[in-house]
């Protein structure tokens, strides 16, 4: 039985490289996302005088609005991470297997 080496490492590559450059992308908009939320933020001096005339326990409505897109945007940094370091290691074990083939080749 015959296993054709070159379509099978050809697409583990494609792959690879098409997977990084997604979680790359998705890495840089969630840090530009975070980045244009935080020079959004109101003046700390506005919310700490809002902080003293109300009670501690409604402080939390004078934070900014959007902590859910802090959030997704966290989460989005980290899966992107993780899918970066999985596409890294699908190209680096197909570099491993390319350089065995050449060198049972050679």
Not at 47 to 57: F, H, M, N, P, T
Not at 68 to 76: A, I, R, S
Request: glycine share 8%.
């Amino acid at each position: 039985m015959s296993v054709n080496f070159d379509s099978n490492i050809n697409s583990a590559i494609i792959s690879g490289t098409l997977g990084l450059q997604r979680a790359s992308d998705g890495i840089t908009q969630h840090s530009i996302n975070l980045a244009q939320q935080q020079a959004q933020l109101r003046d700390p001096k506005e919310v700490l005088a809002e902080a003293a005339q109300q009670q501690i326990g409604l402080s939390t409505k004078l934070l900014p609005k959007g902590g859910d897109n802090v959030t997704n945007d966290l989460v989005g940094l980290t899966l992107n991470l993780r899918n970066a370091q999985a596409n890294a290691k699908v190209l680096d074990v197909a570099k491993d297997t390319v350089g065995r083939l050449i060198d049972e080749i050679a």
